[in-house]
């Protein structure tokens, strides 16, 4: 972060003394300075939505004085045992219904990220994310070279940004946009979908069994209506059988998706095949026996995770626990006692890898021994480890209630700008039309993306183990050239942006 937007973000903010949700913002921009003014923060009187690595667990064994965990390098943080006795334990479905965010508890920081992503009132998804649609799809072969395509894609960003400022009839510096690949590679992204569901089913379960696809994260609606297209105009037989559900946790999403729908004579036409389920994949409950597909593009990332520290010295996990104070302050804890959902994923993970994994910390007791008397006052806890919880609760939902499913999902293996730890989010916002990383995930609640990179090599192996089906990970490029007509987005210097945008990601297919 750059100290520059950090200042203008504050003068910005005080200008407007009677929006509400620009007060709120307020304390967003406490959090944007975490990482340079740390040090200065513990002398400082207590700020609202500051936030402190306070790294602590209950110990077992010891006198009650001696009950925590802290690491050896936060000299001077903040004691806040007391409240850590006397604070409730709440998770993220305990506060669906609260319209405020939460004070004076304690929750696991999987809920933390949940309530902050998905809450129904306050919720990053629920309210504050705007998706980028650039008008017109791109006419790649006409285009010189990438830069360009890069130069107009900005040019179509500002365009789209001005017309919506112009709307609210005010400029709106907070906006959370974003963009999928479906937008910008519209339509030959969700071709190359179709002709890989299309040839699978043909291949599968044609003509015994329907085409029935479900999608999650479907934003826009864009990607079902570009395979619904496709498949009506290539293969109207497979199209009579077609049929397209849509599960949408976000309710303007879902409404944006029906007028989506409902938009054109010819999207209009697919109605009938189209049913969009306003409801989270975990409130999930009817079982679905029949062979399907089931897209999840680019979900995995904002699936909340856990975090694990590791003892240095017995290698033991420790799972960190979120306290927010009276004052909206956020606290880290550390205990060795692992809830169910945690210990059961480090189980499932090290019986399906056969204990081949990475960890945070030299797996040389020697390396560690020795760094320890180099360093003497080095944290006795490792790095933090993100561990995807909600995803292998994702996996059992398929398992379920989907057994005869065929899943297909695209996501980023690497990003960058990540906060520290191993698999650790990229957690960020967007002020005056530019993403501003931050180092923590302790930030204000529904104002910043959280979004985490996908080890597909214990991820495959983990679905592989709940489900016992088998898979393959393929590069996002070697997907799109199995399946997409690749002459379709090739500039004329012979660059092709579909093939080179997404170098960081991957993509996982049941066989």
Known sequence: MDSPIVAQLFRQL????????????????YCLQYGRLQQKQLQQQRRHMASRNTVRGARQGLPEKESHWQQRTDLFALDMSDEYKAYPTVTANDLRSRRERPRKVKMLMRDFIEDSLYNPHYGYFSKQVVIFTPGEPFEFNSLPDEPTFYAELGRRYTEFEDLLDAKEGR?????????TPTELFRPYYGEAVARYLMSNYLMTTYPYHDLIIYEMGAGRGT??????????DIEPAVYDRTKYKIIEISPSLAALQNSQLLSSAASRGHASKVEIINKSIFDWDARVPSPCFFLAMEVFDNFAHDVLRYDLDTEEPLQGTVLIDGHGEFYEFYEPALDPVAARYLRVRHAATGGRYRVPYP????????????????????DPEYIPTRLMQFFDILEKHFPAHRLLTSDFHTLPDAVRGLNAPVVQTRFQRRMVPVTTPLVHQGYFDILFPTDFGTVE???????GKLTRVLTHEHFMRSWAYVEDTRTRSGENPLLSWYRNASVMVTV
């Open 363 to 382: 797996t040389s007791r020697a390396a560690r021994w020795l760094k320890k008397q180099l360093v003497p006052f080095a944290p006795n806890l490792s």
């Open 223 to 232: 990607l079902m209506l570009n395979i619904l297209d496709y498949i009506r």
């Open 14 to 29: 005080f200008r407007h003394p009677a929006c509400q949700s620009r007060r709120n913002l307020a304390a967003l921009s």
């Open 461 to 467: 192996a983990v679905y592989r183990a709940m489900t």
């Open 171 to 179: 400029v709106d510096e907070t906006r959370q946009l974003w963009h």
